[in-house]
């Protein structure tokens, strides 16, 4: 039977995958790209743009008709595997936006004072199920990517082009940037949860036009200001580059605030993401799984706040494992799972 | 419908209430608009800061604030932040900070890697150097109706020798 607070509208679809895939990715975009491929970073970002479009539309034709809840159903060992890496993924989100803020926003103050509204707006959010949160992602589109592209218009006044440019090409840096880049769009596997409750269609082209514009923009934005040395020695390029464009006239001389002000917001997405459908797998195969799932995530998380804090240059030094990690087990795991669902079916 | 609308509005009021958190009256803060650093010896700077001095504002207005100087010895500049921190009540603050002035006829790695990293400096500082010394550069100060900061920022974007202003910003540093 169809649950109708499961269904979204294609619409809504794209606007998460979209907010989900770009948001928190973009932030370490132009570091990762080009610490991996210093020589020729626009190519990997180009042709990761084009693997991208690839594996969603694999992922919307396979998935199609087919709802996550139910795969998992029939795959109960999966539900639990999606459990613990969707925790850690939101763990390190979460932790990444308490820093943030805590660094930028609202210093001196306790992680747990900006930990508390996130968890409870996450678990607001997320309580509606599928339907409810594809409303409020539709809702806070604009209101995250308005700014990220006034920023990047207005960076685009004095933008060296020799920086972006090509300056030198090997075969072996081109993969591992690639490689890195596509690792670091690893939240597009959770197209997988929903493309299966999506009304009227899959994925459209302007979707992955849009995205794709996003990515080269942020790139050619940060490095063409800032120069590839300083963007590999910036903890922050993104919001370096938000420090150095204002608006014309002195009206606003830093756009770095307001624009980590949206921004974060954006890597809400993800995080309410992640431990969305880390617990609708629960939910929907065990017994009390919603209670048990929302009770770790959410009363975990807080609860682990000051130690993930503490321990924030760890999980910061160790960010190339869990990319990684996410690109293995993140876009590979999803593909042998619906194959195997559809042999299932096809059997029955 | 409705509930979309308070989702959207607590995201909305989380943002515009960020900037509430801190109860201070703008005059507890020290707003440093230009920096100075003179390399003296193999380890000590001469350190000067130029702040915004509200108690001389004479527009009552708020658009033309001078500023005075207070300089110091110390290691680098976190160390500096640290004695300023030690003996003053006002906390610092970088984020209106216009440029930053090297003494020596020298930019120091040292000291421009710390600028780097902090948070507040945006990048669109200007890094300057001169051969004169720091006091004689910032001796002007008091006799100007506006910040030092400002003064310096406003000269490098109207003069007519400098094509491109931003060539001598903190973020093209590295270029």
């Known amino acids: 039977m169809e649950n109708k607070h499961q269904r979204i509208t294609q619409r809504q679809g794209n606007r998460i995958f979209i907010l989900e895939t770009f948001s928190a990715a973009a932030l370490f975009l132009p570091q990762i790209v080009l610490r991996g491929n210093y020589g020729s970073g626009i190519l990997s970002v180009g042709v990761v743009w084009i693997l991208l479009a690839c594996y969603v539309l694999i992922a919307s034709k396979v998935a199609d008709g087919i709802p996550m809840e139910q795969v998992l159903k029939h795959h109960r060992w999966a539900a639990i595997i999606y459990y613990i890496r969707f925790w850690i993924n939101a763990a390190f989100f979460y932790t990444y936006i308490v820093f943030m803020v805590g660094r930028y926003m609202l210093p ?34 604009w209101f995250v990517l308005l700014p990220v592209i006034f920023v990047l218009l207005l960076s685009i006044t004095d933008l060296s082009f020799k920086e972006i440019a090509v300056s030198d090409f090997q075969w072996k840096e081109f993969f591992k940037g690639s490689l890195l880049l596509l690792a670091l769009l690893h939240p597009m596997e959770l197209v997988w949860f929903y493309r299966g409750n999506m009304s009227n269609g899959g994925m459209k082209f302007r979707t992955f036009f849009g995205i794709g514009i996003l990515l080269i923009g942020i790139f050619c934005a940060v490095v063409g200001s800032l120069g590839r040395k300083l963007t590999l020695y910036d903890e922050n390029p993104v919001m370096s580059m938000a420090q150095g464009a204002a608006i014309p006239g002195g009206i606003m001389a830093r756009l770095d605030i307001f624009l980590i002000a949206f921004w974060i917001v954006g890597v809400f997405c993800v995080f309410s993401g992640y431990l969305f459908y880390g617990n609708e797998g629960l939910k929907h195969v065990f017994f009390r799984g919603r209670m048990i799932g929302n009770l770790l995530s959410y009363g975990g998380l807080f609860l682990a706040t000051n130690v993930l804090f503490h321990f924030w240059y760890l999980i910061w030094n160790s960010f190339s494992c869990f990319l990684y990690a996410n690109l293995t087990i993140g876009l590979l795991f999803p593909l042998f799972l619906f194959y195997m669902e559809k042999i299932r079916r096809r059997k029955i | ?81 640290k004695i300023w921190d030690d003996h003053e009540s006002k906390q610092l603050n970088f984020g209106h900070l216009k440029v930053v002035v090297f003494g020596n006829g020298k930019k120091d790695k040292k ?22 010394s720091l006091a004689e550069v910032f001796g002007k100060e008091q006799k100007l109706a506006v910040s030092f900061g400002e003064y310096m920022s406003a000269a490098i974007e109207n003069s007519g020798k400098i094509k491109d202003p931003k060539k001598y910003t903190l973020g093209r540093i590295m270029y």
């Open chain 1, 108 to 141: 001196q103050n306790q992680g747990f004072v900006i930990g508390f509204p996130l968890l409870v707006l996450a678990w607001r959010m997320n309580r509606g199920g599928l339907k409810e949160r594809g409303r409020v992602m539709e809702g806070i589109f």
């Open chain 2, 1 to 81: 419908m409705k509930k979309r609308y308070i989702v959207c509005g607590l995201f909305f009021l989380i943002v515009v209430l960020s900037g509430c958190n801190h109860k201070r009256d703008i005059e507890d803060s020290s707003y440093v608009l230009a920096m100075g650093f003179e390399k003296i010896n193999d380890r000590r700077y001469l350190v000067r800061y130029s702040y915004a001095d509200f108690d001389s504002e004479k527009s009552n207005a708020g658009i033309k604030i001078p500023s005075r100087s207070i300089t110091f010895l110390a290691d680098s500049f976190a160390n500096a932040n």
């Open chain 2, 111 to 132: 000291i421009i890697k710390e600028l780097l990293l902090h948070p507040q400096i945006a990048k669109s500082v200007y890094i300057l150097k001169t051969k004169n």
